[in-house]
């Protein structure tokens, strides 16, 4: 295994390369990305899976121009030819007026962990899905139990013409029990665990019987929920549904990228009353925790919390060095590629809505007719119409502020700016849930997402 100084000197010696070959700015990164996956269904183990994979990403940025070159070993002949490359590959009519303005940073970090996963056995993480799985073992109509255990440790070095020297460590933890219920005719499911980039403390420190009993309890007792009415009505979306609005509808619309291009509905909306003035909204890479936190992003950007919307009012963008010069903003720490082989883009970190006021029983209690939500199936984004459209996996009927029955799976649809402008209502807690983002051709990063509790109107589709 290459040393990091070692790796360290490779990545400054092919910065020099490009900056003698004429590039403006150049970069190299280099990154080792380890995963650990174990699945059980049923007390069997079905799935372990252990690979790694590394290499190293050079870039040079010359007539505003990016030229991109990959090194799949961390020799200094391949990582030398593919400074080479990223030179090359630069050439061409770009616009030669933007001057980027990357940061200047000498960082050395390791994870913000209290347990290593390093430190743990892999019995010990076998047994934590069999588990998980073995819990949901509370009734015969329990047909299938899922038991899930993932981890994934991302070492970073990166050298820049800016002079800056940076290392880092993400650690990713994640845990799940996912139950399928089932009754004659009637199949229904519900999934629970924490995901984090804490270390393996997320598994020590959750009750893990519990997490197991609760997807199979809700599993069963969503067997009984009615369809869901359909049409324009109130509905309090749980912090899943929450984040699923700000990620997909104005998230994606917000990626810089998407503005300089002209294919996102918030293109030039910077003060413009987009929502009602209990809504902000926020793309913050630095929530201790969350499965979306990073130190840096991939430009070596230290990450941000940037405001989008403010009371109602829509701030700005998220941004990599290439977007922030464009539209003469400064960068963000949003710069980031799903791996050393793919290309930068503008991406999420932790996208939320900032909290309300209100307690979630006082919500309920306010809302005479209504449909809460209980987590989210899927979403769809539309960054150019601004639509949102949404699958809960299953929610409650409100009457006269009491919950009376649950609902199937139902879908959530309507403009954005239309639903955000109908929310009169947040609660204090906000809670965010990780997951994968993609973008591109199948370039994927870790992301969360999340809210309070919001009260708005929504075109709801009944059921299933």
């Known amino acids: ?19 003698g070959m004429g590039a403006e700015f150049s970069d190299a990164r280099s990154q080792t990305i380890r995963v650990t996956g174990v699945s059980t269904t049923n007390g069997d183990l079905r799935q372990l899976v252990q690979k790694s994979t590394g290499g ?41 007026d933007l001057v980027l303005e990357p940061a200047t940073v000498k960082s050395h970090r390791k994870a913000d962990v209290r347990i290593h996963p390093d430190s743990v056995s892999l019995e010990e993480k076998i047994q ?16 299938n139990r ?55 403390e997320v598994v020590r420190d959750a009750d893990i019987e519990e997490i197991g009993r609760v997807a199979a309890k809700e599993a069963i007792a969503t067997l009984a929920a009615d369809r869901a009415p359909s049409g324009n009505l109130t509905v309090i979306s749980d912090p899943m549904v929450s984040g699923l609005l700000a990620h997909e509808a104005m998230g994606h619309a917000s990626e810089g990228d998407e503005i300089t291009k002209k294919r996102s509905f918030l293109t030039g909306a910077v003060g413009r009353k987009v929502a009602s003035e209990v809504i902000s909204m926020y793309d913050d890479g630095t929530v201790r925790g969350a499965h979306g936190s990073i130190p840096f992003d991939d430009e070596g950007t230290p990450s941000s919390c940037t405001t989008i919307i403010k009371d109602g009012v829509y701030q700005g963008y998220m941004h990599s060095l290439e977007t922030a010069a464009v539209l003469g903003c400064r960068p963000t720490g949003n ?14 970190t932790n996208t939320f809505f900032g909290p309300g006021d209100w307690d979630r029983d006082e919500l309920i209690a306010d809302t005479k007719d209504g449909i809460l939500c209980d987590k989210m199936i899927n979403g769809m984004e539309d960054p150019v119409g601004g639509c949102f459209e949404a699958k809960c996996l299953r929610g409650y009927l409100i009457r006269n502020g009491e919950i009376v029955k649950p609902l199937q799976s139902f879908t959530l649809t309507g403009r954005s700016v239309d639903i955000l402008s109908s ?16 973008k591109g051709i199948e370039d994927w990063v870790r992301v969360s997402s999340g809210g309070p509790y919001m009260r708005a109107r929504m075109i709801v589709g009944g059921g299933q």
């Open 146 to 200: 899922v038991g899930a255990y993932s981890e994934e440790i991302k070492d970073v070095c990166m050298s820049n013409s800016a002079g800056s020297d940076i290392s880092w460590q993400e650690v990713r933890t994640l845990c799940r029990a996912m139950s399928v219920a089932a009754e004659g005719q009637r199949m229904e499911r519900y999934y629970d665990g924490p995901d984090s980039t804490l270390g393996f």
């Open 335 to 348: 710069g980031r590629a799903e791996n050393y082989g793919k290309r930068t883009w503008v991406r999420m």
């Open 128 to 143: 934590a899905a069999l588990d998980l799985d073995r819990a949901q073992a509370i009734d015969d109509r329990v047909l």
């Open 56 to 96: 190293v990403c050079l870039r040079a940025w010359s007539g505003g121009r990016w030229g991109y070159g990959t090194a799949t070993s961390f020799s200094k002949e391949d990582i030398d030819r593919a400074a080479a490359e990223a030179v090359r590959n630069a050439a061409g009519d770009g616009r030669s």
């Open 1 to 19: 295994m290459v040393k990091a100084d070692d790796i360290q000197d490779l990545l400054e010696s092919a910065v020099d390369k490009m900056q």
């Open 423 to 438: 929310a009169d209502a947040l609660t204090k807690e906000v809670i965010l849930d990780g997951g994968m983002c993609g």
